[in-house]
């Protein structure tokens, strides 16, 4: 492994005690505390509450003995990388001060709830006040779990000592500590679905926070703590966009605000945008960054009304009348195109990180790390890989110019996402390179998988988070080895499409080309069918090669197995790609590298996917193809393509 397993910590020079205890630690509640959303806002400060609470309970292990102490996570002195720290956390502390280090870090975690509460409470109306102080607990719970080591075991016997906590750890979550639910039948949070709204006062507070919360939104004091919390009140970076809308929305106003100096019809529709945010009594920068003044259908009276309270006005009526056809002419030009009204979820997790944080770590040259060299410092800088990880794929996900979306958690080995639908495929390949390339250069093989949702604007929240969670489970599912994601499409008309594929294509008939990124794949497809109409291809493509598919299949009784005929797929493919894509076009000619033109790695990717032979760890393989080729027409019908210059 080179250096970065030469040095061992000294541990006598970090402890006086030669007799210490590796404590693993989780913070809790997870999944519930952050899917109980509604917007991405309540999403977003969910996650950094959870991480900040980590934080503050594992701050007197630190304080006590610095931050060579912390096994995993690393910790990075920034408010990004701070906010998103995993909520599981190993350290090394004094035998003798177990049960002070305990004591403190549940203390951290009480005080830090106190110190958000009252952030909440200022805020509130002064009727308001004392029954919030009263009735807003701790929703933070803390496991753990120690195992004794000596300064000698460190050193010499760290693997089985790793191996150890991780199995007691794993027990102790079985045993779950619950407090006894306390409550009547009367009507709960819409949000969460369990706790109770306090309903004698709550009005006042929808009256002083009608900006935030609906008309008919009843908000528990949990989840209207999350709705009223800012970004600054707790110390983290702003989230770039306050709900779905706004992501799905991104692309185009970008583009919108980059040609509003140079385009009079674009100035006149920002100013119009600023006039409503003047009316409607919403902060000028809060309302462009607002995701509803991008599409025709929420630029009216009526919307407003509801979401703002606005009062009839037929000036307002004939503002948002014209702000509407301003709009229209926007969109009438060639650089900007209305944006779709879906967008993406993408959540990553590392695959098998339990091993590998355990010990049972591959090398990229196939071998296994041997038992001696998993030493404290190699497990250090594995966290010290994981948090480098994090912040580059948290830099992706934001960065303009690339993902342009939302990052709600990048921990590492773990990763949630929203993404304009224009940047979601490209980025879901960079963020999963990302991941795999710092390991590499440690020479560490570690591979991903990856949950993507595509889905409209208005569908709930909690059901796109549902699905991603359960796309990454059928990702490591699909194929042995994993390192595949699984793309779940959900019309807002109710079909349902699910593809699963490896991250990579083994193309065995092109020359000087091992793999290629199977997203790449698509995207390059789906692009071949937005040019120009002199040179496009029809996307009725699809759906005639759809209808011949099936007769490329012959099932083989005594192996019980489907064959697809490689001759007649080529065949065809070709026959149909004739009569959908002019001869004269340039696309005949183009070149994916290295004298490989884009066809042959098209139809040789489709050959790949599309046979059972090839993908036998894969079930269904028919129609999962022909998902993929569903999902590459949903793309085309919203003039999604790829930017491959």
Not at 323 to 332: A, D, F, N, Q, S
Not at 426 to 454: D, H, W
Not at 578 to 583: A, D, L, N
Request: hydrophobic residues 35%.
């Amino acid at each position: 492994m080179g250096s970065t397993m030469n040095q061992e910590m000294d541990v006598n020079k970090q402890f006086i005690e030669t007799d210490l205890y590796l404590l693993r630690v989780s913070v809790g509640p997870v999944q519930e505390f952050i899917s109980e959303a509604r917007k991405t806002r309540d999403l977003y400060i969910g996650s950094r509450l959870l991480s900040l609470a980590a934080f503050n309970s594992m701050r007197p292990i630190f304080d006590a003995y610095g931050l060579e102490a912390i096994i995993y996570p690393h910790i990075k002195y920034s408010k990004e990388c701070l906010s998103s720290l995993p909520n599981i956390y190993m350290a090394i502390i004094p035998k003798s001060k177990l049960e002070e280090t305990v004591t403190h870090m549940e203390e951290g975690l009480h005080n830090f709830w106190d110190t958000v509460q009252k952030k909440v409470n200022v805020k509130l109306p002064p009727d308001c006040k004392g029954y919030y102080d009263q009735k807003i607990e701790s929703p933070f719970y803390m496991n753990w779990v120690a195992v004794p080591i000596t300064s000698d075991e460190l050193n010499s016997a760290y693997k089985p000592k790793v191996k150890e906590i991780l199995h007691f750890f794993n027990e102790r979550k079985i045993t779950r500590t619950f407090d006894p639910w306390e409550g009547s039948y009367v009507k709960k949070c819409n949000q969460c679905g369990r706790r109770e709204y306090p309903q004698e006062i709550y009005s006042s507070i929808q009256q002083k926070f009608k900006n935030r919360i609906r008309e008919n939104e009843i908000l528990c004091p949990i989840c209207l703590l999350k709705r009223l919390l800012n970004p600054k009140d707790i110390g983290v970076p702003d989230q770039k966009f306050d709900s779905v809308m706004d992501v799905s929305a991104a692309i185009a106003k970008k583009l919108i605000e980059q040609s509003k100096k140079e385009k009079n019809e674009i100035k006149e529709f920002t100013d119009n945008v600023d006039r409503i945010g003047e009316i409607i009594g919403e902060a000028i920068e809060n309302l462009h960054k607002n995701g509803e003044c991008y599409y025709e259908d929420y630029l009216s009276y009526d919307f407003f009304k509801k979401e703002y309270g606005i009062s009839d006005d037929p000036e307002f009526r004939k503002l948002c009348d014209d702000t509407k056809k301003k709009l229209r002419i926007v969109y009438e030009s060639p650089d900007i195109k209305e944006p779709s009204k879906y967008y993406s979820i993408l959540m990553m997790d590392g695959d098998n990180m339990g091993k590998l944080m355990s010990g049972d770590v591959k090398l990229t040259s196939g071998e296994v790390l041997k038992d001696t060299n998993f030493t404290l410092d190699f497990q250090k800088k594995l966290s010290e890989i994981l948090a480098d990880t994090g912040s580059n794929t948290s830099e992706l996900i934001k960065n303009q110019d690339e993902g342009n979306g939302l990052c709600i958690y990048s921990g590492g080995d773990d990763l949630l996402a929203f993404l304009p639908l224009e940047t979601s495929l490209l980025t879901a390949s960079k963020a999963r390179s990302c991941f795999i390339n710092e390991f590499r250069k440690s020479n560490v093989k570690q591979t991903s998988s990856a949950g993507i949702v595509i889905l409209h604007h208005k569908d709930p929240l909690r059901r796109g988070l549902e699905e991603a969670r359960k796309n990454i489970e059928e990702a490591k599912k699909l194929f042995k080895d994993k390192d595949a994601f699984c793309i779940t499409l959900r019309l807002f008309s109710g079909s349902v499409i699910t593809w699963g594929y490896k991250w990579e294509i083994k193309v065995p008939n092109l020359q000087n080309l091992d793999s290629v990124m199977t997203l790449d794949v698509l995207r390059y497809f789906v692009s071949f069918m937005l040019k120009s109409p002199e040179n496009k291809l029809s996307p009725s493509f699809i759906r005639d090669f759809m209808e011949e598919l099936s007769s490329f299949y012959e099932y083989d009784e005594r192996k019980s197995t489907w064959k697809l005929s490689e001759e007649m797929f080529k065949s065809e493919f070709w026959r149909l790609l004739k009569r959908h894509m002019p001869s004269e076009s340039n696309l005949w000619k183009d070149e994916f590298k290295d004298g490989i033109l884009t066809l042959d790695l098209i139809v040789e990717s489709f050959i790949y996917m599309a046979d059972p032979e090839k993908n036998k760890q894969a079930k269904h393989t028919k129609e999962n193809f022909e998902n993929f080729l569903q999902i590459a027409l949903f793309l085309v019908r919203e003039q999604i393509g790829g930017d491959f210059n």
